[in-house]
């Protein structure tokens, strides 16, 4: 039983075109994430939402917009794509996520790999 | 600004051997440090969290330590198999000023390998 799933795994397509990514847990979470891991493998945050609302928003253009309509789903929409926005895409979700040491531990997705032509 | 630095990017080791993964952190006020292992076209597993008031946590082969005055974790791997062999990512939990949220900056990841 899946704890983070993420649809679609795979995803091809043209520069200019609207995408959705959807992201579900069945951990019982507070918080979700989306991270972006680039072509050199590197990491990085884009946003973070606790209980439906947006924590953090890391300088992501606005053409990203993600939305939560409950504490198990986070959707990430991305609207006229660009050839750099072509990466790997992973939602995670923890309990707790305020900055204190109760904050537990990250769960990733799969990864869904998005590529622009 | 937090950087996190893996070293080395990469490793390969016969089967059986001990080995060290290291992370440094360039600010020391964490609030935990996490190790991860990814496997290719996979996401990232959780392997060991350390509270920033623990000095090590260990899991079967797995033992990992932190040292946040001097900016440094380490992960041993004790009888490394093949089926270690994957890229090993470590981050680091900060708070952010506004928010009083917290955010892991993750390190660069070293690639192992561990061959029969």
């Known amino acids: 039983d899946t704890a983070v799933s993420q649809t679609p795994k795979y995803l091809v397509t043209q520069m200019g075109n609207d995408k959705s990514i959807k992201c579900e847990q069945n951990?019982?979470?507070?918080?979700m994430y989306w991270y972006k891991q680039d072509s050199k493998k590197f990491l990085k945050i884009m946003f973070s939402y606790n209980n439906k609302e947006l924590i953090i928003n890391e300088t992501v253009p606005n053409r990203f917009s993600p939305k939560s309509p409950d504490k198990a789903h986070l959707n990430l929409h991305i609207n006229s794509l660009e050839l750099g926005d072509s990466a790997v895409y992973f939602c995670a979700s923890s309990q707790g996520g305020w900055a204190s040491e109760k904050t537990g531990e990250l769960f990733f997705g799969e990864g869904s790999r998005l590529t622009v032509l | 600004k937090q950087e996190v630095t893996q070293i080395p990017a990469a490793l390969s080791v016969p089967e059986g051997e001990n080995l060290v993964l290291n992370c440094s952190f360039t600010?020391?006020?964490?609030?935990?440090l996490q190790w991860f292992r990814q496997d290719p076209g996979k996401g990232l597993t959780s392997l060991l969290l350390?509270?920033?008031?623990?000095r090590e946590q260990t899991s079967g082969r797995l033992n990992a330590s932190l040292d946040k005055s001097s900016g440094r974790s380490t992960l041993y791997i004790a009888a490394s198999q093949p089926g270690d062999s994957a890229t090993y990512l470590c981050?680091?939990?900060?708070?952010?000023?506004?928010?009083?949220?917290?955010?892991?900056?993750f390190g660069t990841g070293t690639r192992l390998l561990v061959s029969p």
């Open positions: 600010d020391s006020a964490i609030y935990n």
């Open positions: 951990l019982g979470h507070d918080t």
């Open positions: 981050a680091v939990a900060r708070g952010m000023v506004n928010t009083g949220f917290q955010k892991l900056v």
């Open positions: 350390i509270q920033s008031s623990q």
